[in-house]
């Protein structure tokens, strides 16, 4: 039984697991990439691609194994980006979360129609209601 195992695992080691990428982010012009469809996110990988459209059609690597689609023109920000309202778009600096401390943040872009809202721009920040 431990031979079965121990040859099944050399099998899975060297054919890669099944899966179809290595990465976890990336972007492939303006289509965002992102692997990790597989069932247990470890064997079996797939690649999901979407394509970056309005209110965000520029794909953003800041760092490797990082990417999302931003504003266009791509620009950079940080915590003194005031948010503000473009008509119905909330244009804001992409959260922290997203980025790791020092890798640069992109403008991004929420469209409060798509939820039946309004954008509400109130000095330094902006709101979707």
């Given at each position: 039984m431990g031979k079965i195992f121990l040859a099944a695992a050399m099998f899975l080691a060297l054919n890669g697991c099944g899966?179809?990428?290595?990465?976890?982010?990336?972007?492939?012009?303006?289509?965002?990439?992102?692997?990790?469809?597989?069932?247990d996110q470890v064997v079996?990988?797939?690649v999901s691609s979407t394509p970056c459209e309005a209110p965000n059609e520029v794909c953003?690597?800041?760092?490797?194994?990082?990417?999302?689609c931003a504003r266009a023109p791509e620009t950079t920000c940080d915590d003194t980006?005031?948010?503000?309202?473009?008509g119905t778009v909330r244009l804001m600096?992409?959260?922290?979360?997203i980025s790791p401390e020092g890798v640069s943040r992109?403008?991004?872009?929420?469209?409060?129609?798509d939820s039946n809202q309004t954008c509400v721009d109130e000095g330094m920040t902006a709101r979707c209601q």
């Open positions: 899966n179809e990428c290595s990465f976890k982010e990336q972007c492939n012009g303006n289509v965002l990439e992102i692997c990790g469809e597989g069932p079996n990988r797939k953003v690597e800041p760092t490797e194994g990082l990417a999302y980006f005031d948010g503000a309202c473009d600096c992409s959260p922290k979360l992109f403008v991004v872009a929420f469209d409060c129609a």
